[in-house]
């Protein structure tokens, strides 16, 4: 069973650029999950989609957005880069994404960006 | 906001020894995860609990979620080279909020013969 996939693996983009990240779900998985991680904070939550549609959201810039599609894949775009936004992201998929649910997130292997 | 903290933040022990990791926040969570991450890769689930006061093990590994789940800890027996990695903690809200992972500050630790 693939596992999932996250593309490009590593990048590196000037401050003002833009990024779009992929992230390819386990099939079957309809939930995925972005988060950034960075040594200085750690795991943060960017956003949830289920089904094509937004389920949750954290406390990110609007710089920070992203979609899903009709197979489950998503994309997460930052517009206007800064410095900060250097990190690993991080993308997600689950089977499920109930109210309270105790679901397993599966993640991929990342998407290091440098924005220098 | 919910933070999770946990302590410590570094670990580097000799292989065989025994250790105990940490996850305390102020908030309630209605379940709580343990995640390790290793160089490269991305988080992989150990476990997970639900109840206040479960204990589960997991070969070497024994977690306990608290009583009034705000806090949860690991202890590892006979630690060895294979334990090392990034020890996450991570709790979901019990207001719900799907797969809104808030996740703990992070253990290293390093294992050595």
């Known amino acids: 069973k693939a596992g999932v996939t996250q593309t490009p693996r590593y990048l590196i983009k000037t401050r003002g650029q833009q990024v779009t990240l992929s992230c390819s779900p386990i099939?079957?998985?309809?939930?995925v999950s972005w988060y950034q991680q960075t040594p200085g904070q750690g795991l943060q939550f960017l956003f949830e989609y289920f089904s094509e549609t937004q389920r949750n959201k954290g406390n990110f810039p609007g710089r920070f957005s992203g979609r899903q599609f009709s197979n489950s894949r998503s994309e997460m775009n930052v517009s206007t880069l800064e410095l900060g936004d250097s990190a690993l992201y991080l993308c997600?998929?689950?089977?499920?994404?109930?109210?309270?649910?105790?679901?397993?997130?599966?993640f991929g292997e990342g998407s290091r960006l440098t924005v220098l | 906001t919910q933070l999770l903290e946990q302590s410590p933040q570094f670990l580097s022990i000799q292989e065989g020894e025994n250790l105990t990791v940490y996850c305390n926040s102020s908030s309630v969570f209605s379940s709580l995860q343990w995640y390790r991450q290793e160089p490269g890769e991305g988080p992989v689930l150990l476990v997970t609990?639900?109840?206040?006061?479960e204990v589960k093990k997991l070969k070497r590994l024994t977690f306990q979620f608290g009583d009034a789940r705000k806090d949860s800890s690991l202890h590892i027996t006979a630690a060895q080279p294979g334990d090392t990695g990034l020890y996450l903690c991570a709790g979901r809200s019990v207001t719900g909020g799907g797969n809104k992972l808030t996740f703990g500050t992070g253990t290293q630790l390093k294992v050595e013969l």
């Open positions: 997600a998929s689950s089977l499920v994404s109930g109210a309270l649910t105790t679901g397993e997130l599966f």
């Open positions: 099939s079957g998985h309809r939930s």
């Open positions: 609990v639900v109840t206040g006061g």
